[in-house]
């Protein structure tokens, strides 16, 4: 028996395979270009344009008026005539007769009358009361600047009386005399933990000194050059000294605050610089590490004044025994005894730690 057409089972045929992207887009360049240009550049546009609404909208707010407030407020200014008797200085002081003949010389009066002072105070006789009187001026004081007292009556006689500039110089414990004053100062790597110290201290130096009086400051240290060579650096305030009145001590206080110690030291092209400003005396801070054999005489050669050089020497190994002496401690003797100045080695007590 053969059976009817109703009684077979078909089966459905299976999908067609999905064909690869890589061949739809080898038939169609459309497809190609939208898969590999049109959706990566329309996400960059839109990643974009979001980025410059953003930017927008914060410049804007950036830019955009604030509401302010109102301040009330009154200034009231007091009349003069309720200023402090002390300043009304309306009328002048008595000067007495012009044309009265002047006093005689300090040096020809046997005794000092009229003033408030001891009577055993005479002129010629040291007195370490420190009063000090000048001669030859209307009123005894303003004069040429010659001095009765040996203390500090000479410098008071001198800074009020004359135009001289003649006065002191003090760094640590060591003192020079004149008017003209060169500091040389080591900022090489070796006082980079004692740099502070040394800049209050040359601050506190140059801020005590007189207007009438000239400073300069040289500084000096090394750098490395091109080729591991090393180079020395020497540095100062000004060209030459400049009167210490208060604009050029602020100046100078502005410009050590920004000089940092860093590389090795040569003090002997400092030394030559700060020589050949001619200065009355000269304060040289450093170790002592010169480069050169008998330094001192190549500095008496440049010392054509023959100006005192005060030698501070600086080394950590003589901190706390300054009593043992290094190779260059005993250099910077020689020059201060040659010089007729002065040699000091600085010890933490004078640092202060």
């Given at each position: 028996?053969?059976?009817?057409?109703?009684?077979?089972?078909?089966?459905?045929?299976?999908?067609?395979?999905?064909?690869?992207?890589?061949?739809?887009?080898?038939?169609?360049?459309?497809?190609?270009?939208?898969?590999?240009?049109?959706?990566?550049?329309?996400?960059?546009?839109?990643?974009?344009?979001?980025?410059?609404?953003?930017?927008?909208?914060?410049?804007?707010?950036?830019?955009?008026?604030?509401?302010?407030?109102?301040?009330?407020?009154?200034?009231?200014?007091?009349?003069?005539?309720?200023?402090?008797?002390?300043?009304?200085?309306?009328?002048?002081?008595?000067?007495?007769?012009?044309?009265?003949?002047?006093?005689?010389?300090?040096?020809?009066?046997?005794?000092?009358?009229?003033?408030?002072?001891?009577?055993?105070?005479?002129?010629?006789?040291?007195?370490?009361?420190?009063?000090?009187?000048?001669?030859?001026?209307?009123?005894?004081?303003?004069?040429?600047?010659?001095?009765?007292?040996?203390?500090?009556?000479?410098?008071?006689?001198?800074?009020?009386?004359?135009?001289?500039?003649?006065?002191?110089?003090?760094?640590?414990?060591?003192?020079?005399?004149?008017k003209t004053f060169v500091y040389v100062i080591d900022f090489s790597g070796s006082i980079i933990v004692v740099a502070d110290r040394v800049r209050r201290e040359l601050k506190r130096s140059v801020g005590q000194l007189g207007p009438q009086q000239m400073f300069d400051v040289v500084v000096y240290y090394g750098t490395a050059a091109p080729g591991g060579q090393e180079r020395m650096v020497v540095q100062s305030f000004a060209p030459a000294p400049v009167p210490a009145d208060a604009d050029n001590k602020r100046r100078f206080f502005a410009w050590i605050g920004g000089v940092r110690p860093q590389g090795p030291s040569d003090p002997l092209p400092a030394m030559r610089r700060a020589l050949a400003m001619q200065p009355d005396a000269l304060f040289l801070f450093s170790d002592g590490d010169f480069r050169v054999e008998r330094p001192e005489q190549q500095i008496a050669a440049a010392n054509t004044r023959r100006a005192q050089i005060h030698c501070l020497v600086f080394d950590e190994l003589l901190l706390d025994n300054p009593q043992r002496l290094t190779v260059g401690a005993r250099a910077m003797e020689r020059i201060a005894r040659d010089s007729g100045g002065e040699c000091k080695v600085i010890t933490r007590q004078d640092l202060g730690e």
């Amino acid at each position: 028996m053969t059976p009817a057409p109703d009684d077979f089972l078909y089966e459905d045929a299976p999908p067609p395979a999905r064909e690869p992207l890589v061949d739809r887009e080898a038939r169609n360049p459309y497809l190609r270009w939208l898969t590999h240009l049109g959706i990566p550049v329309s996400v960059s546009l839109s990643l974009h344009a979001l980025l410059l609404v953003l930017l927008a909208w914060q410049t804007w707010r950036a830019f955009a008026p604030r509401q302010t407030d109102e301040i009330a407020y009154e200034v009231t200014v007091a009349p003069v005539r309720d200023a402090r008797p002390g300043l009304d200085w309306s009328q002048g002081a008595d000067v007495g007769d012009p044309f009265a003949p002047p006093p005689p010389p300090l040096a020809q009066a046997t005794e000092i009358t009229g003033l408030d002072v001891p009577p055993t105070l005479r002129a010629g006789e040291p007195d370490e009361g420190g009063f000090g009187l000048g001669e030859a001026g209307r009123s005894g004081v303003l004069g040429s600047g010659g001095g009765a007292g040996a203390g500090g009556g000479e410098e008071l006689g001198s800074g009020f009386g004359g135009d001289s500039g003649l006065g002191d110089a003090r760094i640590w414990s060591v003192r020079a005399r004149g008017k003209t004053f060169v500091y040389v100062i080591d900022f090489s790597g070796s006082i980079i933990v004692v740099a502070d110290r040394v800049r209050r201290e040359l601050k506190r130096s140059v801020g005590q000194l007189g207007p009438q009086q000239m400073f300069d400051v040289v500084v000096y240290y090394g750098t490395a050059a091109p080729g591991g060579q090393e180079r020395m650096v020497v540095q100062s305030f000004a060209p030459a000294p400049v009167p210490a009145d208060a604009d050029n001590k602020r100046r100078f206080f502005a410009w050590i605050g920004g000089v940092r110690p860093q590389g090795p030291s040569d003090p002997l092209p400092a030394m030559r610089r700060a020589l050949a400003m001619q200065p009355d005396a000269l304060f040289l801070f450093s170790d002592g590490d010169f480069r050169v054999e008998r330094p001192e005489q190549q500095i008496a050669a440049a010392n054509t004044r023959r100006a005192q050089i005060h030698c501070l020497v600086f080394d950590e190994l003589l901190l706390d025994n300054p009593q043992r002496l290094t190779v260059g401690a005993r250099a910077m003797e020689r020059i201060a005894r040659d010089s007729g100045g002065e040699c000091k080695v600085i010890t933490r007590q004078d640092l202060g730690e």
